[in-house]
């Protein structure tokens, strides 16, 4: 991902960064090295919603496939926030 690409190389110096919620576990990997962070914005990139196009078909979730993935999305936002709380 761009996103990941051009930051991995200055997380030291970030004093802004998004993201993307997918991708949270590259950031939390490397959480000791956003030291200067001063803003965090958070985007829910993935879509959460019961009907997703697979090719030319569509495949209607579950209320609860839905819910496992939302809830394993802010348990990994929650975890990433409160791991930099703790060192920073």
Same mark, same amino acid.
């Given at each position: 991902?761009?996103?990941?690409?051009?930051?991995? @190389?200055?997380l030291?110096? +970030?004093?802004?960064l998004?993201?993307?919620?997918? &991708? /949270?576990?590259?950031?939390? !990997?490397?959480?000791k090295?956003?030291?200067?962070?001063? @803003?965090?914005?958070?985007? +829910?990139?993935?879509i959460?919603?019961?009907?997703? &196009? /697979?090719?030319?078909?569509? !495949?209607?979730?579950?209320?609860?496939?839905?819910?496992?993935?939302?809830?394993?999305?802010?348990?990994?936002?929650?975890?990433?926030?409160?791991?930099?709380?703790?060192?920073?």
């Open positions: 991902m761009p996103t990941w690409a051009n930051a991995v @190389h200055i030291k110096q +970030l004093q802004t998004v993201v993307l919620v997918s &991708l /949270i576990h590259r950031y939390h !990997h490397a959480i090295r956003l030291g200067a962070l001063e @803003h965090v914005r958070f985007s +829910l990139d993935e959460y919603d019961y009907d997703q &196009l /697979i090719g030319d078909k569509t !495949h209607t979730k579950t209320t609860r496939e839905v819910h496992e993935r939302k809830e394993k999305a802010m348990q990994a936002l929650t975890m990433f926030v409160q791991d930099y709380v703790r060192l920073f």
